[in-house]
């Protein structure tokens, strides 16, 4: 008990820390006096402290997440802590309230733990930036707020975290903010974000109004009052703002173009934490969604679409940042298809390997582009250092970074016994199990029996994995094999990343390949089976009942199940070894134009070209032709005022003077009234 | 001295200095020695500068003075009209006079000696009163002490637009006038309707007459939209809103910081709902302005995005922000008028401060449109953190003052106009295009030809502009303090007004409908 109440008073530090660490490093960005160099680079010295307030705050954070896992492992009770007030009026009030439970520390120590170590890399590969200390500004802000997010103990605070990490998104997309076109993908980010906030926003004012609380604990323990629409309307809009945030059809879009922030930044916010905030939200109020079947399936439905709409596109980027963005796009089509089949514990899991890997594979192309970048640049060549038609052999210059590249590969396409496997089968399995019998099964999504939607789904996730495995195989073979397609001047300057960034990619590569032992299969008993679903069974253990069948998968199917994931992953590493062919490849300047069915895919199904003409475009137009010119300017200024303006003019004409005189005397006769009245009330006091 | 001057202590006399000082500052401003040199001018900012932070003081003094309930201060006046001259502060005009004393003492401190050659004295003097006159509608506890605050904001803003603007300032003016002005004519009709119906002009006698003797309903249904038009007008909702951000452009910035006190939605809220319950709670009323609310959200919010500069953009967002205070007022429900209180207070500081900001970019560059700026944050990172910082409190990012109110309305509304709030909440979307494409057009990108040597803000720039920031995140993180003063006063106005609503005897309509 004791320990709890220390745990509960220290709680607040964990978000405080990076919250400390932006402002310093703001203020190093900021003030003149501070800012140290007056050439645009940041001096040795000052690099220094920037980075041990950046990086400390964060391992800091990491070691008190860690102390506070042992606490809630060692009570088996949330850690919570309470403020007071932070908006009251009327019947509404809520709280600055924290609470760390299972869920949210482990989101804690995959925010701090992967965090620290982005963190670390980030030193070495922001290193000859001018914005360093903007950079890692930025960077504590997206963790401080990201912390709030998964702490907070009722829906406002989350929000401040939810709007928040958006906000530090957009602002480190935009980092280099001398492009027009690294502002516009950050400002791109945040308003379609916003677009998914609508939709969390509704969802609180409908609890709100029904059950008078906003507070997750409430709401998971008084929901049954709610009607069965209510409920799927309150999850369906709140799955809006995940869908958002976590980059769902088709609110995706803005993913991809989220790559023009620095490498490190996509690792950390646009792969491993940020873009998951949407899985937890859903595991978080898995009371709520498990009461909706219906929301449910939807919520399977649209991450099964995902998962494969975003995975082809993945097979003809050249830009190989923007392969990876595609394939997280996919990989949380996973994780939705997961928690909405109210695989909790499955989904979580998958969280937290794609946080591994993915990590791992985006550091590894940061230190490729870091390494092209320099090369092409101490050559004076213009070449896109990121596209990996300009690479090539990569790995006989690169072999520590390859090599971990390729286990995060294996991983990420589902070979045994990494990391990806085990979680990637969890999903898989456990879409199978509740198609064959589960109340999800039963319920129906329209005219759409429910026990369709799941087999849909699981056969999706199997095509899925295929295509992954082409598309991740495709981009190692053309970076990293084969002929160096940029000239041999510039292969010979191309090195392995120093080990600052090379420490975190080889920590990250041992978390790919022992990962998945935090939650092993019943049927592989490699050590302790089911280990993270014991860890979240206060959490999500009767959320979960509620959607699963009675029985288990007999053995014999669950290896089947895994036989067929193992399989799909092997034939698609082996179908793009055989069907590309790097050799042909010319460098990007060289190369022919895309056509057909690739020129659909290269181009995002020409989604974006769809939105821009079709909806922001016509809304400018509409609203600067109609509304403003037109009604603002054209009728009501015109019009109305000019209009009556004119007659004013001319009956003051008639009255005495022109134009001003008419205002001009006004005023006049109102300074005079007053003066007057005050006369009035002077005289008033005196008697 | 009558003994009856108020509710006892020195409360009442705070009061009265709060309105006495800037009245009779700008007087003594006026008649300062002037010539065409720095120095006279470099006094008069000075004294205006002393003056205000008197103000301001006096004003800080008495949010801590009167803790709960009102201070007044009370003489008799006029006493054939009823009227007696009477200032109170309530939890619904506490925060609001603060933010205005600060605002202008603010927006004086930001306008550099330089900047007004042109008959300085005068400029001045015409900033006090305005101080005076907006202070004077948030304070009157009378109708006509309202009324006369009411012309007094009037005329020196006037000037300020068309003598002290750009070169459109005089045509921004006269329109803002024109409007405004017919606002006032319906007002007064209203008021000597209201006054001679209950024998005086002070609230207490007229909400004594609203309680117990209501007027019949035609009659406060004519009261009503009289006073509402004009309030509305003078808070520039939709249709009537076009001359805002032609006087907020094309005025000088402290004009424009002026313009964002929404004087008319208080005066609505506690005029003419306490006066005419059951017109204003007249369900038909309700739907009526809780629509014209949302439109003016979306329709503000719209056409924000097609604005050439940046001065207008923030504009018509706050065209945008009258539109949820509107929607919040209309609702009636503790939470969504508190909203609304809440909103009118961080309107008036977010907007202030951009307002400022973007004073000081266009003292620097000389074409401010967006075509022709670009990349200044590279230039001026100072400056471009504060603009980011306002645009996001604009947007009603959570941790900012913007978010809690209205959220604040929009929750507070939902129980009662659903599909209404459902629309409304779109804007949180538009809000972050508008402001985000802004601040992408003039921060971000290649930099302009045209801003090839500009500074970063100045140390008394920066020092105005932290007061901004302080205050934005201060009342993002921990509203309670406002809120819990507003609460009480919102509160009780409610039930006062939800009850004499319900009281309206049928008799009296009866007898206005079958003679």
Redesign the interface.
């Known amino acids: 008990m004791l320990s709890s109440t220390s745990a509960s008073q220290v709680i607040w530090l964990v978000p405080l820390l990076p919250f400390i660490g932006f402002v310093v490093n703001g203020l190093f ?2 003030l ?1 006096a501070w800012r140290g160099g007056t050439d645009g680079t940041t001096p040795a010295s000052r690099r220094l402290t920037v980075s041990a307030v950046g990086v400390g705050v964060m391992v800091l954070a990491f070691a008190m997440s860690i102390w506070l896992a042992t606490q809630v492992a060692g009570t088996g009770n949330a850690v919570t802590s309470s403020l ?9 009030h809520v709280d600055w309230a924290l609470s760390v439970d299972q869920l949210s520390v482990l989101m804690m120590l995959v925010i701090t733990g992967v965090g620290s170590l982005i963190h670390i890399y980030s030193v070495g590969y922001m290193a000859d930036d001018a914005g360093f200390a903007r950079y890692f500004a930025y960077l504590n802000l997206f963790v401080g707020f990201m912390l709030m997010l998964v702490m907070g103990a009722n829906l ?1 605070v989350l ?2 975290g ?3 990490v958006g ?1 530090a998104s ?1 602002l480190l997309i ?1 980092f280099w ?4 076109a ?3 993908a ?2 791109k980010a ?2 379609v974000n ?2 998914g ?2 939709g969390l ?2 969802a ?3 609890i ?2 029904n059950m008078g609380t906003l507070d997750f604990a409430t709401i998971a323990r008084d929901h049954a009052t709610l009607s069965t629409p209510l409920v799927t309307g309150i999850c369906l809009f709140m799955f809006l703002g995940c869908a958002g945030k976590s980059a769902q059809l088709p609110l995706y879009v803005w993913l991809p173009d989220a790559m023009a922030g620095p490498t490190p930044v996509s690792a950390l916010i646009h792969a491993a934490t940020m873009v998951t905030a949407g899985i937890y939200l859903i595991v978080r109020n898995a009371a709520l969604f498990s009461a909706a079947p219906v929301a449910c399936l939807v919520i399977v439905l649209v991450g099964a679409l995902t998962a494969i709409w975003s995975a082809m596109v993945g097979l003809k980027q050249w830009d190989i940042k923007k392969v990876l963005a595609y394939s997280t796009v996919s990989q949380l089509g996973y994780m939705f298809m997961a928690a909405g089949a109210g695989a909790y514990t499955a989904a979580m899991f998958h969280l937290v390997t794609h946080a591994f890997f993915k990590a791992l594979l985006f550091l590894g192309a940061g230190a490729v582009i870091h390494s092209m970048h320099h090369a092409l640049h101490a050559t004076h060549r213009h070449d896109d250092a990121q596209d990996m038609r300009n690479m090539g052999g990569l790995l006989r210059r690169m072999p520590v970074t390859g090599a971990l590249m390729w286990i995060a590969t294996l991983a990420i396409a589902g070979i045994p016994p990494l990391a990806g496997f085990f979680s990637k089968d969890a999903i898989l399995s456990a879409l199978a199990e509740r198609a064959l019998e589960s109340p999800l099964a039963e319920a129906s999504l329209g005219p759409v029996p429910g026990r369709l939607v799941l087999w849909f789904a699981y056969g999706v996730g199997v095509i899925t994995a295929f295509v992954t495995a082409i598309y991740m195989t495709r981009l190692m073979r053309y970076a990293f094999h084969g002929q160096f397609r940029s000239g041999a001047d510039v292969e010979t300057k191309v090195h392995d990343a120093p080990w600052v960034l090379r420490g975190p990619l080889v920590v990250l590569g041992a978390l790919t390949l022992v990962g998945g032992w935090l939650q092993l299969p019943t049927v592989l008993p490699l050590g302790r089976t089911g280990a993270l679903a014991a860890w979240l069974e206060p959490i999500t253990g009767r959320a979960a009942t509620l959607l699963t069948g009675t029985g288990t998968l007999a053995h014999e199917t669950e290896y089947l199940l895994i036989g067929i994931a193992v399989a799909v992953a092997i034939a698609g590493i082996a179908v793009a070894f055989v069907l590309l062919k790097p050799q042909a490849l010319t460098t990007k300047d060289a190369a022919p134009a895309e056509h057909g069915i690739g020129l659909v895919l290269a181009n995002d199904y020409f989604v974006d070209t769809a939105i821009r003409r079709g909806i922001t475009e016509p ?2 137009a ?3 032709k109609v ?3 037109g ?3 054209g009728v ?2 015109g019009l109305l ?1 000019q209009g ?2 004119q007659t ?1 003019r001319v009956i003051s004409a008639f009255a005495s003077r022109a134009q ?1 005189g008419f ?1 001009g005397s ?2 006049w006769a ?2 005079l ?2 003066v007057g ?1 005050i006369g ?2 002077a005289l ?2 005196g ?1 | ?1 009558t003994a009856a001057v108020g509710t006892g202590g020195v409360a009442p006399w705070v009061l009265l200095a709060l309105f006495m000082v800037p009245l009779i500052g700008s007087l003594l401003v006026w008649i300062l020695p002037r010539s065409a040199d720095d120095v006279h001018a470099g006094l008069a900012r000075n004294v205006t500068i002393g003056l205000l932070a008197i103000t301001a003081a006096l004003a800080t003094t008495l949010w801590f003075m009167v803790p709960s309930g009102t201070a007044t201060f009370d ?5 054939d009209f009823g009227a007696r ?1 009477q200032l109170a502060a309530t939890g619904l005009s506490l925060p609001l006079v603060l933010l205005t004393a600060f605002l202008m003492l603010l927006s004086v401190i930001a306008t550099d000696r330089e900047s007004v050659t042109l008959r300085a004295a005068s400029y001045y003097a015409q900033i006090l009163l305005l101080t005076a006159g907006i202070l004077g509608i948030f304070l009157a506890a009378d109708l006509l002490v309202f009324y ?1 605050c009411w ?2 904001m ?2 020196p803003l ?2 300020l637009i068309g003598v002290w603007g750009t070169g459109k300032g ?1 045509a921004a ?3 803002f ?3 405004t ?1 017919v606002g006032s004519l319906l007002m007064l009709v209203a008021i000597v309707t209201v006054a001679s119906a209950a024998g005086g002009t002070t609230f207490d006698v007229l909400r004594e007459m609203a309680a117990n003797r209501p007027l019949p309903v035609t009659t406060q249904l004519f009261c009503f939209g009289a006073f509402a038009s004009a309030f509305l007008v003078k808070s520039a909702l939709i ?1 009537f ?3 805002l951000p032609d006087a907020q452009s094309e005025g000088p910035p402290l004009a424009a910081v002026a313009l964002g006190i929404k004087v008319g939605t208080y005066g609505l809220l506690v005029i003419a709902y306490p006066l005419f319950p059951t017109a204003a709670l007249h369900p038909t009323t309700r739907l009526v302005l809780a629509t014209l609310g949302v439109i003016a959200v979306l ?1 503000g919010s ?2 924000a ?3 050439p500069d940046f001065r207008r953009v923030i504009s018509y967002a706050s065209i945008a922000h009258l539109g949820f205070v509107v929607l919040g007022i209309s609702a009636f ?3 969504s ?3 609304a209180m809440l909103v009118m207070l961080n309107a008036g500081i977010t907007t202030g401060g951009m307002f400022l900001a973007l004073g000081f970019l266009k003292k620097r560059v000389g074409d401010d449109r967006f075509h022709a700026l670009g ?1 200044l ?2 230039q001026m ?2 400056l471009g ?1 504060v603009v980011v910082l306002f645009a ?1 409190a604009n947007a009603g ?3 900012t003052n913007g978010f ?1 109110g209205e ?2 309305v ?3 509304s ?2 009662r106009f ?1 599909m209404l ?2 629309c409304a ?2 804007s ?2 538009l809000a ?2 508008y402001l ?2 802004s ?2 057009r003039m ?4 930099s302009a030809e045209t801003a090839g040597n500009v500074t ?1 803000l100045t140390r008394s720039e920066a020092a105005v502009m932290g007061c901004f920031v302080v205050a934005i995140i201060g009342l993002g ?4 303090p406002v ?2 003063r ?2 009480e006063s ?2 009780s106005l409610a039930n006062r007004v939800t009850l004499s609503s319900l009281m309206t005897p049928t008799a009296a309509v009866d007898a206005e409908v079958q003679p």
């Open positions: 960005s900021l003149p007071g007030e932070w908006i009251g009026a009327g019947s509404f406002p929000f401040i939810w709007e928040g906000l957009y935009g903010f001398g492009d027009t690294n502002a516009a950050g400002k945040f308003v916003r677009i906030d609508f926003l509704l609180m004012f409908i709100f109004v809304v400018v509409v609203s600067r509304l403003w010119r009604l603002d300017l009501i200024n005022v009556s303006a004013f001003v205002a006004y005023v109102i300074v009234g007053t009245l009035m009330f008033g006091v008697r | 001295m003489v008799p006046w006029i006493e001259f006369l012309e007094l009037l005329v006037y000037l005089p003016g006269t329109t006038f024109i409007y002005m249709p809103h076009t001359w329709y719209l056409v995005l097609a604005q429900t503790p939470e008028l508190n909203g990349g944050a590279r990172p100072m953190a996001l990012l959570p941790g809690v959220f604040l929009l929750i507070g939902f129980s659903p709030v459902l909440t779109i949180v979307i972050a295009a985000l494409w601040v992408q921060l971000f990108g290649p970063d993180l921990a509203p309670s809120l819990n507003m609460n919102v509160t």
